[in-house]
């Protein structure tokens, strides 16, 4: 008689598993992820939400203070601050989320391509990203939007093109890390041609970083759409905009604060919370971080 033993291999946890819950322990994190997502639902069912059209205007109730009718006043020509906080919403979110998708775009398959070509095409590519670096981010993408012309879009582009430089020196240098691992080289000797290499090998290594970049990048370019909205080079009136209305308030601080105050202190709590998120993020995806 022959007895076999049989032996159970425990199964650790997985990567993804062990980023989540530490994230979860992380609490200003946590307490970052809900607001963003508060946000997000906002902006998305805005239309359900607010309790008034952003756009009517009303004579009779100009820069009225905060009251149960209206909970954050009127102002100057009588429409809602709340409802227009509430649509401002959707155009800073829709801005910050569409501007760091296209600096994504943009910036990582060059980056990708500057780190695994190298030579001539890594020099060029670097350079011009240091170039656009060396301006401050807001200088840059005012000029952008003042040759393009006042628009929402032409603000999220002009916003889009000069975030694209972070992007584009984050994936190069992870590129050019990865490029000397025995896997990529590896990759090679099968035969992968360069752009298989980078989508398929490099890439999904890589996400990480990009991941908390772009969370990051989010609350930067918030603040730019801002400004330029601030400016009269982003959201254009009537069209509701906290950067706008922070500049139509300008005129009333000391007769209506409220018309600043509230926008302003919009402005803070989102961006503060995509930043909190994004250290979360940082802590929980650090694969250098104590196993759990």
Known sequence: MSVTATTTIPVGESPTRRAIKRFLRHRLAVFGAVIVLAFILVAIFAPLIAPYDPLQTSWSRIRKPPSWDFWMGTDENGRDVLSRVIWGARASMMAGVVSVMGALIA??????????????????????????????????????????????????????????????????????????????????????????????????????????????????????????????????????????????????????????????????????????????LRDALDPRAEKT
């Open 107 to 280: 910036g990582v398959p060059l980056g990708l391509l500057a780190g695994l070509a190298g030579g001539w095409v890594d020099a060029v590519i670097s350079r011009i990203a240091d170039a656009m670096l060396s301006v401050p981010f807001l200088i840059l993408a005012i000029a952008l939007a003042a040759f393009l012309g006042p628009a929402l879009e032409n603000a999220m582009l002009a916003i889009a093109i000069t975030a694209s430089p972070v992007f584009v020196r984050l994936s190069r240098g992870m590129a050019l890390e990865a490029k000397s691992t025995d896997w990529i080289e590896a990759a090679r000797a099968l035969g992968n041609p360069a752009w298989r290499t980078a989508f398929v090998h490099v890439l999904p290594n890589i996400v990480p970083p990009l991941l908390v970049q772009a969370t990051l990048a989010i609350a930067e370019a918030i603040i730019a759409e801002a400004a330029l909205s601030f400016l009269g080079l982003g959201q254009q009136p009537p069209n509701p905009s906290w950067g706008s209305m922070l500049n139509s308030s300008q005129r009333f601080l000391t007769q209506a604060p409220w018309l600043s105050i509230f926008p302003g202190v919009t402005i803070m709590v989102v961006v503060l919370s995509f930043n909190l998120m994004g250290d979360g």
